[in-house]
Every structure is written in structure tokens, then in C-alpha cells.
């Protein structure tokens, strides 16, 4: 679920285009549409993503009905939210409370490449976000309660294999900063929105389309992520994933659109909607909101 | 003219053997993609002395190429950077050193 472009940060690599401009908000009618669907369909996850979702102000209320069902909540969370204010720097006990799992963006573990790619500062605030979740339990052995991080490349170029990766943010993080998580997911950039005019204005549009197509795995693509997701924008449309859902390149015609009338057994059957974006799903190990895929 | 360089020739390279000698390319081919193999050194080692030797003779597609390709097995500035120290230092020691020749041949002729 995206509920809302609204972000107190404006990401160079921004695939949803966010910021703290933006004013797309999920409304109380859509979450409640939403929740509906998940006691109707019992979906395993319930994903929500943004902006930063902790802006969306029914955010708190709809985790907290979620958490008395039993669907595994996730947070994309942006680490730096849980210091704008005194008001969201409650979220880490919020999130322990409703036992969310938590999932958020490191593009690495040093600070120059990471501030370039999410503007000045945002390391270290990340790394203080982090130690306030594991203050509460998150990312430690024993508690249960799971901190992920995601990487994505700095600049035209792919991930490094996933375990690889984890293995030196874990080390770093822990040597560093004393910080711990649980698992590390490497993304691929997709060439849309900011990414996208990033690879046209510096050069790097050919060459990076270049490698995606030549890099295509067919078990990648049988792992590709929409095909076992549902993805419910602000305003209720329904999309086979949030790259699509930003595009707005619609569900095919043949099923519902909205998430009030969604219909989970056509949907399972529906064609996907594809564009070339989809090779950044494809190229190598594969690349999901949940990491590589294969 | 157009310039000797330019980074979309390196899409050519695998085709050398089209041109002659294909023979030969084939296994060059076959022994390159072997050598960077993970064996006894990691694929990242290997990257990264890659890209230190390809600053010691100074090829800019090999350059181009292993930037990408170290970047791409997750290593960081310093990590490259300091490649190409090492790079740097084995060319400088290199003239350094045959200096000591110079003493051994400045002495020989002297009295
Ligand atoms: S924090 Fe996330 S949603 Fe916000 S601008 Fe950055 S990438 Fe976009
Ligand atoms: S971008 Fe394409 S391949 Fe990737 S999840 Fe969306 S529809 Fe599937």
C-alpha cells in the first residue's frame, strides 16, 4: 500500500517522486477499504510504503487495527522521520508495540555515498534512527522484533551480491556504530521518475538499459514480485506494483480497479502490465522490495 | 579525427576474433573469464588488483570497466582508491629503486 507521496526527505534516487511538497494522502475511506480486503482476502503482508507512511495521519490508527488481525505488518520506514519531531520519535516503541516488522533504506554503510544519494546529514541520522530501534529491541537477537535494510547502488551501476553486502554493512555497522539489523536486501535501480532523469542527464541512460537487457535472468522473472502482490495506491486504484502504480500504468482492463471492488481470484489470473522498467526486476539475481529473488 | 577512446568501443572488444585471429581470441577469452574465476582470491580481490593494474598501464577502457565492476562487487572509495595507491607506489619504487643502480654505476666510475 502506498499512502501518501508526502516525505520529509526528497531523494535523488525517488522512484514515487516524493517530498515534502507533495500533498497525495490515503484517505480514512481507502485505509478503511483496505482493511475490508484484508479480512476478506487474508493477505500474509500488509506493506506499507510511501512518502514516508508515518506522515499519513491515520497511519497510527490503521497499524494498530492491523495488528489485532493476524497479517505481518511492514514499515517502509526512512530512518530520519524518527527525528523530525518528538512526535514520531515515538515510533520505535509504536512500531515494538504492534510488532511491525521494520524495513528501511541504507544505500551504504559510509556516509559520503549515502548523503549523496539522500541528501547531507542523512547518514548520521540514520545511524542515530537505527540505534534508537535497537534501543527498543529491534535488529537484537531474541526479541523478535526484525529490522531490514535495503540497498540500493549510488549511481548507474548494479548491486553486489546481496549476501556480500550484507556481510560488510554488518561489519561496519557493528564495528562503527554499534548498530544491529537483521537482514540486508540489495535492490536495482529502476530507470523511472528522479532515477530516470538522473541516467538521462548524466550520460549513463544507454549504457544502463544496455546492461539491464543484457543481464535479463528468466528465473528472475519468474520471481518478479507482482506476481504475488496486490498494489493499492493513495487514492485506491489497484496496480500489479508500486513501480506501476507511479507510472500509472494501469492493471489490465479484464480486473477491478479499485481496491473496493477488488477481486482476488480474477486478479491471481490477471496479465501483468509491463514496460521496459520491468528489466530492473529481471537483471541478474533479480531485484523485489523483499531484495534479490533469486 | 576522432578520438582514439571512446568507452562504447569497448562493446567491441569481445568481437576482436570476428576480425582475425579468431583462434586465438577464443582462448584468450576463455583464459580471462577463468582467471577471474573466485578461486584462492575473491572476485572482489581480483577486481581490485584489476583496477590497480589498469591504472599501472594506464588503459582507460580497463579503467571504465573495473570501476563499474568493483563498484558492483560492493566496494567502497577508500577500498578503490587505495588500489591505485598501491598501483601508484609499485611504479614510483619501481623508478626509486633503480636509483640504487645509479649509486653502483655513479661509484664505479668515480675514485
Ligand atoms: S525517503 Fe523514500 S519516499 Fe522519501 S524521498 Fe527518499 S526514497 Fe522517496
Ligand atoms: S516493475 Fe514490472 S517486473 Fe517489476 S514488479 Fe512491476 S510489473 Fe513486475
Given at each position: 500500500m502506498n499512502v501518501g507521496r508526502l516525505c520529509n526527505q526528497a531523494c535523488k534516487h525517488c522512484h514515487v517522486d516524493a517530498g515534502p511538497d507533495r500533498t497525495e494522502l490515503?484517505?480514512?475511506?481507502?485505509?478503511e477499504a483496505c482493511l475490508r480486503m484484508v479480512d476478506r482476502d487474508s493477505p500474509s503482508t500488509v506493506d506499507l510504503t510511501g512518502g514516508a507512511p508515518e506522515m499519513n495521519p491515520h497511519f497510527r490508527w490503521f497499524v494498530e487495527e492491523l495488528s489485532k488481525r493476524s497479517v505481518k505488518i511492514l514499515v517502509r520506514c526512512n530512518l530520519t522521520i524518527i527525528l523530525a519531531s518528538d512526535y514520531y520519535g515515538e515510533l520505535p516503541e509504536f512500531f515494538a508495540r504492534n510488532r511491525v516488522e521494520v524495513v528501511s533504506s541504507l544505500p551504504f554503510y559510509q556516509a559520503e555515498r549515502t548523503d549523496r544519494q539522500r541528501g547531507t546529514g542523512v547518514f548520521?541520522?540514520?545511524?542515530?534512527?537505527?540505534?534508537r530501534l535497537n534501543a527498543v529491541g529491534y535488529g537484537r537477537a531474541?526479541?523478535?522484533?526484525?529490522?531490514?535494510?535495503?540497498?540500493?547502488?549510488?549511481?548507474?551501476?548494479?548491486p553486489a551480491p546481496q549476501d556480500q553486502l550484507e556481510r560488510d554493512f554488518r561489519k561496519s555497522l557493528d564495528e562503527g556504530h554499534q548498530v544491529a539489523f537483521n537482514n540486508l536486501f540489495a535492490l536495482t535501480n529502476l530507470p523511472i521518475n528522479r532515477f530516470l532523469d538522473y541516467l538521462l542527464v548524466s550520460g549513463n541512460y544507454e549504457t544502463y538499459m544496455e546492461k539491464l537487457v543484457e543481464a535479463f535472468n528468466p528465473v528472475a522473472a519468474s520471481g518478479a514480485m507482482c506476481r504475488s502482490m496486490v498494489s493499492v495506491s493513495w487514492d485506491g486504484r489497484l496496480y500489479d506494483c508500486d513501480f506501476n502504480q507511479v507510472l500509472d500504468l494501469p492493471a489490465q482492463p479484464t480486473v477491478a480497479d479499485r481496491v473496493e471492488s477488488f477481486d482476488r481470484g480474477a486478479w491471481e489470473h490477471r496479465i501483468i502490465s509491463t514496460g521496459r522498467h520491468c528489466f530492473g526486476c529481471t537483471a541478474g539475481a533479480g531485484s523485489s522490495c523483499g531484495g534479490a529473488t533469486t | 579525427m576522432n578520438p582514439y577512446y571512446d568507452s562504447k568501443d569497448l562493446g567491441q572488444f569481445g568481437k576482436i576474433g570476428d576480425f582475425g585471429a579468431k583462434a586465438s581470441a577464443d582462448k584468450f577469452f576463455a583464459w580471462y573469464g577463468e582467471v577471474f574465476k573466485e578461486g584462492a582470491l575473491t572476485a572482489r580481490e581480483k577486481s581490485l588488483i584489476a583496477l590497480a593494474v589498469a591504472h599501472a598501464v594506464q588503459c582507460p577502457y580497463c579503467i571504465e570497466a573495473y570501476t563499474t565492476d568493483t563498484l558492483e562487487k560492493g566496494c567502497s572509495?577508500?577500498?578503490?582508491?587505495?588500489?591505485?595507491?598501491?598501483?601508484?607506489?609499485?611504479?614510483?619504487?619501481?623508478?626509486?629503486?633503480?636509483?640504487?643502480?645509479?649509486?653502483?654505476k655513479a661509484r664505479s666510475l668515480s675514485m
Open positions: 490515503m484517505s480514512r475511506k481507502i485505509f548520521e541520522k540514520s545511524i542515530e534512527a537505527l540505534r531474541g526479541t523478535g522484533l526484525v529490522l531490514n535494510l535495503v540497498y540500493n547502488p549510488a549511481g548507474a551501476f548494479f | 572509495g577508500d577500498q578503490q582508491m587505495e588500489a591505485v595507491h598501491v598501483a601508484a607506489a609499485i611504479r614510483g619504487g619501481a623508478s626509486m629503486v633503480h636509483s640504487v643502480q645509479l649509486m653502483n
